[in-house]
């Protein structure tokens, strides 16, 4: 296609998700359903042709170098489709939160005036490699009965072909419109253009990948955009605190895993308690070989313990998200200090205060201005699955319209309902 | 002031609104109301000084020849200050939505999830002559723990400062930050530009006035913008309706005042009940001198009134806001066809259904995709205050984050609150 085509392309895939949009919006939940299960069941039934087309995907990335573990990401593997499949399932037996009214209240007119939960109409994805994504987000427009324009990555595009079919597929068998759910099939660039500037057909888009990718998407889009940026995520040690719990809860927000957005990479403590703190925490991280940028008070503490990989801060570490086995250590005068460093240099995603004291709790859960603020938890707990959203199209670290992780709820929107007696204006 | 000052100083009430915003967003309960409370009792104190500066812009307006009812907008009487003291007090005496929580749960891994409503952060607003706008949006600055930078008309330039004065001296009285309001004090237009593109300041803008100052602050803003376009609201007539009711209001929706965003400027009437409603709505409108935009149909029903300014409509007439004594009439088949023609023509504002067949009122609702929809009332209630929002701050016409009238609530955010007792991720 050359650029002329791509944008007509485009833009008719625009026009028939906001046709297939209508059509969704009044669907019943059954029938929503039904469209779930039976590509829950497909994902099963079809899993060897899946796998054959996602070897097309793999033996390119392959050839082209791609080194293995971007290749594992491709993968669609037994168990990826079969999570996937779950992930279907688990959608349909959820409640359906369209058309609930929320604070109906009679006005001094006499009208009732509340708000309805519905669709927020049509929503553009674009997303990197891993091809399973393509059948989130397939499900979660289902469910919230939106339609969806996806723009996988071009390394799994034989993959988000064939997963686009059976999505397709499922929606006719339940008598929903295919259009609902349509994969861009190009992998010109030119489409991610021409898709993030149609308000006319798309009402939000959600970006998923690289920060490079989202500050290219923000940049250009000429409609609302669900963006997450980095986490640079804070676990502040208080005094008074339980320092076995802290140990074990700042262990797990670093450690656990290295690469989620939601791991802590930087750590603050409580000057009264870091002499105790420190070095016990010090030798956790020198033990799994995890570096620390410290300031010179917590060098002085940490410089004992043999094996520590210990190196002074800068200005750029306190803002840096490492996704690596590196951290952070600040040690601060108390929890002002500690809320003041958070707000400063925090990219708004997950921080946590470990804590006795209640009113430092109350405190920092007031003042620290990020999407999510925890009190005695692990940071990895940002999660739209561990927040009970039941699945999760992406985490926000705006503040306007949906904020951390976004569900199904940040699919809709909330209009106003006003039910009269014929009431008329005074 | 040149290009390169206009750009720095309005970055420097960035930056200033920003530090003023956390301590707003901290703020008490009561003394936000203090300084409201100190807000209305100046406005009603220095209403002779209040008067003076805007006796500057009333003179000026008339010497540049701006038509009467433009003056009329910019004059600040005893009543309209009285109504902005008024307004003030009412916000006192409202509850203080902020720090809220709502939806807090106990997940399967112990922790507990829900979320607390914070202030937003920085709102800029952007208006036209009528100077008690900045009283408004100050108060509602105040109350919703945010920081505003307000810029007003030129025209209304004097009236403004002085306005802004009495609230920076009320934030002070009160012990909170003066710089939460903060008003542009250069005429110069580059400080719009500068004031929507500062995401790293403003968090929303919201405009009011017209939809060319409102398109061209969408088109340039770099932050999200809370915006009203136009309200070519419908009401349609159904089959069956109680036609006395129908009447009323259907008077009401276009005649009680002609200029407002939320009178209805299209009339739907289902085929069944055109003969015996068309010509008695025909009546009234003819009475009142309200031009009739007609399809063949009406035309044909409508022609024997005497007096009836009838003109055949075009396609433009069922997309146009007249917002004067002109309304375009069609008739239609049923729900059906009144649904698809509002969804086709409606810029999504507010319309209704008039209707007896509780299954047509629940369709409507459903599927109608306007910001307010509405069964047997007046299009005209679509307002914050009948809404019982207790002050609006302004209507949107988008979906996203904000929709339909916006009080306080649209100038929030929910953020995650996580509460554990040294929960880790498994």
Same mark, same amino acid.
């Given at each position: 296609m050359n650029a002329l085509n791509v944008t007509e392309y485009v833009q008719t895939l625009g026009l028939q998700a906001k046709v297939a949009s209508a059509l969704m919006a009044s669907a019943s939940a059954a029938i929503k359903n039904v469209a779930l299960r039976s590509l829950a069941s497909q994902l099963r039934a079809q899993a060897p042709q899946l796998k054959e087309a996602n070897s097309l995907d793999l033996a390119r990335a392959r050839a082209a170098g791609l080194a293995e573990p971007m290749v594992d990401r491709l993968k669609l593997t037994d168990q990826v489709l079969e999570t996937c499949a779950q992930g279907c399932e688990q959608l349909a037996a959820m409640p359906d939160v369209i058309g609930e009214i929320v604070g109906m209240n009679q006005q001094p007119s006499g009208i009732r005036v509340g708000r309805m939960r519905v669709p927020i109409g049509v929503f553009g994805m674009i997303y990197e490699s891993r091809p399973n994504v393509t059948i989130e987000a397939a499900s979660l427009a289902i469910k919230s009965g939106n339609a969806a324009i996806l723009r996988g990555g071009s390394e799994a595009i034989e993959s988000n072909r064939a997963l686009a079919l059976l999505v397709q597929q499922a929606l006719q068998a339940a008598g929903l419109p295919q259009d609902a759910v349509q994969l861009v099939q190009t992998t010109d660039r030119e489409a991610v253009g021409q898709l993030i500037a149609m308000p006319a057909f798309v009402d939000v888009i959600i970006p998923r990948g690289g920060k490079g990718l989202i500050e290219r998407i923000s940049a250009g889009a000429k409609v609302p955009v669900i963006k997450h940026l980095d986490g640079n995520c804070h676990s502040y040690v208080d005094d008074p605190c339980d320092l076995d719990m802290a140990l074990r809860v700042v262990d797990n927000a670093k450690t656990q895993k290295y690469s989620p957005c939601n791991a802590s990479e930087s750590l603050l403590v409580a000057r009264a308690v870091a002499p105790e703190f420190l070095p016990r925490i010090g030798a956790v991280f020198a033990k799994k070989q995890v570096e620390m940028r410290v300031c010179a008070e917590s060098m002085a503490l940490l410089a004992p313990i043999s094996g520590a990989k210990l190196v002074p801060a800068t200005e750029q570490d306190w803002a840096e998200?490492?996704?690596?086995p590196v951290i952070s250590i600040k040690v601060v005068a108390g929890v002002d200090e500690a809320i003041a460093h958070i707000n400063r240099y /925090? /990219? =708004? =995603?997950t921080d946590a205060i470990l804590t006795r004291d209640h009113l430092h709790a109350q405190q920092f859960l007031r003042e620290v201005d990020s999407a999510s603020v925890m009190v005695n938890a692990s940071t990895r707990f940002a999660d739209g699955f561990e927040y009970g959203l039941g699945a999760e199209i992406g985490i926000s670290t705006d503040k306007f319209h949906a904020r951390g992780p976004v569900g199904i709820e940040g699919l809709t929107s909330l209009k106003w309902v006003v039910l009269g007696q014929g009431e008329v204006r005074g």
């Open positions: 998200e490492y996704l690596a /925090s /990219s =708004h =995603h």
